[in-house]
């Protein structure tokens, strides 16, 4: 049901102090929390307040990368050095305990701190972005252009600093509830692709990877 890395934090601000328990620290663990992931939140703060904006990201080695438009105030305040600190999460279920305040939730979740750094090769690194969405997509479509490439800012930021948290299995009762008569259990939920849908001016046979699309689990 949960498990206890035998790895260390990186950082103080990276130990996970509630149900530390469900931390994991190791390598495997955050790679495959990113990995699954189309989105991320990325929060700092500058002189108008705190905010956390919502983003596409991917992986490439040690480093999570997203992409933004050059003039957006993502981008403007990432680039002047501002910390911040990137969140994922993945529901994998609703855990339901004899008592209320044992009914909680499993999932997958990461916290990564730092600084974001420019991507100087946008273009590599946008098709690493692609191959994420889509393999085998990038060879097809229209690549970028001059003007998009100018428009765009890549960034990056390591994931040196960062904790996870997993919890995954049933309900951990009280034993003093253990008698009450109500159902208990876990509620699974799956990201699951629902069959494609043609753009009604598309006059091309469907590729394999659109064809294999429908029924996956995410």
Not at 80 to 102: E, I
Request: glycine share 6%.
């Amino acid at each position: 049901m949960t498990h206890t890395t035998p790895a260390q934090p990186p950082s103080d601000r990276t130990r996970v102090r509630r149900i530390p328990e469900l931390a994991h620290y190791d390598r495997a663990t955050l790679h495959a929390i990113v990995d699954a992931a189309y989105l991320c939140h990325v929060a700092f703060a500058d002189d108008k307040g705190t905010h956390c904006i919502p983003t596409a990201c991917w992986r490439e080695g040690e480093y999570l990368y997203i992409h933004s438009t050059n003039g957006g105030r993502l981008v403007k305040q990432l680039l002047s050095g501002t910390q911040a600190c990137v969140t994922l999460t993945h529901l994998d279920g609703l855990v339901l305990a004899r008592s209320a305040f044992n009914t909680g939730m499993n999932f997958r979740s990461a916290m990564v701190y730092g600084v974001f750094e420019p991507v100087a090769d946008k273009r590599a690194a946008l098709e690493a972005l692609m191959d994420k969405i889509v393999p085998g997509r990038q060879a097809e479509v229209r690549p970028g252009n001059d003007k998009e490439f100018a428009a765009t800012t890549v960034l990056r930021i390591s994931l040196a600093e960062a904790a996870c948290k997993v919890r995954s299995g049933g309900p951990n009762d009280d034993e003093v509830d253990m008698a009450r008569p109500v159902w208990a259990g876990t509620l699974p939920l799956v990201l699951q692709a629902a069959p494609a849908v043609v753009d009604p001016q598309c006059r091309v046979a469907a590729p394999d990877y659109v064809q294999q699309w429908s029924g996956r689990t995410l």
